[in-house]
């Protein structure tokens, strides 16, 4: 497989004609042609279908499309990358939190001359962007009965995970919410409600069990939407009447109160959520990292900072 043919696959899923993403790329439509078979060929599966108003891509397709997308992006920044090194660098992942956005602002306060690069995702995402080397750290929170696994699953990727503290279930909800004006909610009632959450995988799907906060996610609690994009989350949570259901850590209501929305504590329940790093084994992170650990390691200090 070649970078070329990724390029003409993504110019073609753009424009939905071989002639037009044949005119974008300089080339003939005989060549896309072509070129898109041989990808089809390697693949072993057809990637368009044809349609009255030219090609769409069919379902492996659009499974193929996001993986192309990134690693056209990534063999730009590796073209581009500057042989200055004058300029220390922090690369890191991290589950969806405005929290860990606001602390990686902080971090770039105390070091104007760092560059910062931010990557979100779920916890699989995360882990393989450590294990690659895209992401010195990586920031994960999962339930407390899934650590075991996360730890055999990162001994084989020569991985370490590293607990900076654990805490409790919470949501938050917007004035559009029935339950703005509460304080809390007891987990029983927490199936009645509606649930924008972020994108599911082994680690966070059944996070939420009776281990926990004595539901399913999965089947109890309704997720009307699911998103990987955190502004997403906040509009629907500030405009709308879907909770986000999350981690509680100190935090300033006042800033809080500023975003439109509030968090309710869950109670009832003994719910232990653990949030860490992941690191790769026996690595020694830089001066950037130390600082940012340490900004989240803050966040379970008893005075209040910030609001996951």
């Not at 992942?93 to 690069?117: C, D, F, G, H, M």
């Not at 996070?207 to 997720?223: E, M, P, V």
């Not at 998103?227 to 986000?244: G, I, K, P």
């Not at 329940?269 to 949030?275: G, P, T, W």
């Amino acid at each position: 497989m070649k970078l070329q043919q990724l390029e003409y696959f993504i110019a073609v899923s753009k424009y939905g004609s071989l002639g037009k993403a044949a005119a974008q790329l300089y080339t003939s439509q005989p060549n896309v042609s072509k070129v898109i078979h041989t990808l089809e060929t390697e693949l072993g599966h057809p990637l368009f279908e044809r349609t009255t108003r030219g090609l769409r891509l069919n379902s492996y397709g659009k499974a193929i499309y996001e993986y192309a997308s990134d690693i056209l992006k990534n063999a730009e920044l590796i073209a581009g990358a500057c042989s200055d090194v004058s300029y220390s660098s922090f690369h890191v992942s991290t589950y969806q939190s405005n929290t860990l956005a606001r602390l990686l602002v902080q971090l770039y306060k105390r070091l104007p001359e760092l560059r910062i690069e931010h990557r979100q995702g779920n916890v699989e995402e995360v882990i393989g962007n450590v294990e690659n080397g895209v992401s010195e750290l990586g920031i994960i929170y999962i339930s407390r009965k899934y650590k075991q696994a996360l730890l055999n699953i990162l001994a084989q990727k020569r991985l370490e995970f590293h607990e900076l503290g654990t805490a409790r279930a919470c949501i938050s909800v917007g004035p559009a919410s029935p339950l703005y004006e509460k304080d809390s909610i007891p987990y029983a009632a927490l199936s009645g409600l509606r649930y924008v959450r972020g994108i599911q995988d082994y680690f966070s799907e059944d996070s939420f069990t009776s281990d926990n906060i004595g539901i399913a996610a999965t089947d109890a609690l309704q997720a009307v939407v699911s998103t990987n994009n955190n502004q997403m989350v906040s509009y629907l949570v500030q405009e709308t009447d879907l909770a986000y259901f999350s981690i509680d850590l100190t935090y300033d209501p006042e800033a809080i109160q500023k975003e439109g929305y509030k968090i309710l504590q869950v109670t009832g329940s003994e719910s232990a959520m653990v949030l860490g790093y992941i690191a790769q084994k026996d690595y020694v992170v830089s001066t950037a990292a130390e600082q940012f650990i340490d900004l989240v390691r803050h966040l379970f200090s008893p005075k209040p900072t910030i609001q996951m």
